[in-house]
């Protein structure tokens, strides 16, 4: 079974920049559209980035213009480029098929925007 393992959050002053990675084990997601997600506290987890196996991205509007979703194919890996980030970013990100949810979901990676 896949396992998804995401690194790279951590504590962010507002405008900074993060670069988080999703690493697959297990199988191969070359095949399938991967997403990131985040889940703030109190509040439903929800799709930010998507990527398909051909490469093209969605982005949700609060997200648009300031993250961007790639891939690296030979490394299983997902990649999520955060700048210009805001507190509202605070979360924890998870990867995963999208729009689809088809694996387990892996601990996260904590993102803490703040002054």
């Known amino acids: 079974q896949v396992q998804l393992v995401e690194s790279g959050g951590g504590l962010v002053q507002p405008g900074g920049s993060l670069r988080l990675s999703c690493a697959a084990s297990?199988?191969?997601?070359?095949?399938?559209?991967m997403g990131w997600y985040r889940q703030a506290a109190g509040k439903e987890r929800e799709l930010v980035a998507s990527?398909?196996?051909?490469?093209?991205?969605n982005y949700a509007d609060s997200v648009k213009g300031r993250f961007t979703i790639s891939r690296e194919y030979a490394k299983n890996s997902v990649y999520l480029q955060m700048d210009s980030l805001k507190p509202e970013d605070t979360a924890v990100y998870y990867c995963?098929?999208?729009?689809?949810?088809?694996?387990?979901w892996g601990q996260g990676t904590q993102v803490a925007v703040s002054s």
């Open positions: 995963n098929t999208a729009p689809s949810v088809h694996f387990n």
């Open positions: 297990g199988g191969i997601v070359s095949f399938k559209a």
């Open positions: 990527i398909t196996a051909s490469g093209s991205t």
